[in-house]
């Protein structure tokens, strides 16, 4: 997974993983026949031979990983600012899930999270009992990790009114990451989130599993959550928030503005979309205009899921200038060469 071998290469201060991990809902096979009628064969040991159900099959999925040399070698040099998604336990998850899919055994959502979380915090430790966290880095950059998955309520078409099933952060998390922004000395505050904001993430024909649910209009479903921190920050003067996303598998510039939304109380900022790095290539996902969403540049593979030696696997970097403040952000292919830079100047 070379992805990895062009983070090391950049030799910056950590590496922040939103998530995908691992892929402990999908089993490989020894080979797959590729359009052009060649083989591509895959190294396969017990725990990838299934999805993962028991505790030690979910380790697995982190042993595999680290049978990589480049993973190993960057994860050797590079701290890791490590967050989960979905496919650390099964694809689209959320808590109180039973299951309909016959590959599994075991249909709780809940008892497979619990195993996949341990798994999960044995493989990538971090400091206390949350996944959502601050992590200072000095007088210019504080960054926010937030857990869109232990709280959420359940994937639905998105678009009740607030109450228990439109959780994303949940109440105490919201209240939490709205204080951290809010008492924040770093020049910037990066926001560190596995789902992107206005993107639009289907479960199916008519559920969504992101925070977007396709309608243009006011904030409904999860996307209230949203809204009431972006309130927030605006209310308090908090600027200088840029916000780091993941989970479509393209990589994207966006820039929101209340000057092209349907909600509009919130200043603009940018958001960055990369990764997973290294799965199935996807993409473009449908734009959801409620937080006046732009795609100022956005690069997808040519089809769904390239094969492994192609180049179409994304990964972004963050440079900060010690004495101008300017944050360069650069989105970067595979072998590191730079797609899009953006430089961000501090207000």
Known sequence: MTGFEAVRRLQPDFFIHSGDNVYADGPLEETVELPDGSLWRNLVTPEKSKVAETLDEFRGQYRYNLMDANVRAMAAEVPLVVQWDDHEITNNWYPGEVLTDERYTVRDVDTLAARAR???????????????????????????????????????????????????????????????????????KVVASDMPLGLVVPDGEVAQEGIANRDPGRPLGRETEVARLLSDLKRHGVRNVVWLTADVHYTAAHHHSPER???????????????????????????????????????????????????????????????????????????????????????
Not at 125 to 140: C, F, S, T
Not at 262 to 268: G, M, R, V, Y
Not at 301 to 328: C, K, W, Y
């Open 261 to 347: 939304a349907a909600f509009t109380d919130f200043d603009p900022f940018w958001e960055f979309v990369t990764g997973p790095l290294h799965a199935g290539t996807f993409g473009p996902n449908d734009l959801d205009a409620t937080f006046g969403p732009k795609v100022v540049f956005s690069r997808t593979a040519e089809a769904p899921n390239e094969v492994p030696s192609d180049t179409s696997q994304f990964l972004g970097h963050v440079r900060i200038d010690g004495d101008s403040g300017v944050m360069t952000v650069e989105l970067r292919d595979v072998g590191g060469r730079v797609l899009h830079t953006t430089d961000l100047t501090p207000a």
């Open 118 to 188: 341990q798994a999960f915090r044995e493989y990538t430790p971090i400091a206390g009992d949350r996944v959502e966290r601050v992590l200072p880095h000095g007088p210019l950059v504080d960054v926010v990790a937030l857990d869109l998955r232990t709280h959420r309520g359940p994937n639905t078409a998105n678009l009740a009114t607030e109450g228990p099933e439109t959780r994303i952060l949940g109440e105490e998390q919201l209240a939490r990451v709205a204080r951290r922004l809010r008492t924040s000395k770093a020049l910037w």
